[in-house]
């Protein structure tokens, strides 16, 4: 996840903000309803717009996340590939993969038989 004080807080901090007041009128919404003040119908739609603000909040990160992999990217990479230690399942593991390579999926021309 990326980072909560920098790019993602400007980015999403408005659809937080939404994400957050949802939250508290699905809280009204079910206290009236058992209160008997309202129906069921305002816990449904309060519910809906719930999702909705969270769908857009993942969305805008996921959105954040491929840009900031992008950049670093066309910036050479900004990670380097640690080497597991001999004897370890990551080396054993890795040993396996060299020697037995899987096909690779390569797109909908893969598909077509």
């Not at 079910?30 to 993942?58: C, E, F, I, P, T």
């Not at 992999?69 to 380097?80: I, K, N, S």
Request: glycine fraction near 8%.
């Amino acid at each position: 996840m990326c980072c909560e004080t920098g790019i993602f807080s400007t980015f999403a901090g408005p659809t937080r903000e939404a994400m957050t007041q949802n939250e508290a009128a699905l809280v009204a919404a079910r206290q009236r309803y058992a209160d008997g003040a309202a129906d069921y119908l305002n816990v449904v739609a309060a519910q809906g717009a719930l999702l909705k603000s969270q769908s857009a909040l993942a969305a805008n990160q996921t959105k954040i996340e491929i840009t900031l992999v992008a950049l670093y990217r066309a910036l050479g990479g900004g990670w380097q590939y640690a080497e597991p230690t001999p004897g370890t399942q990551a080396a054993r593991a890795q040993a396996h993969i060299s020697t037995n390579p899987q096909p690779v999926f390569s797109g909908a021309a893969a598909l077509i038989p």
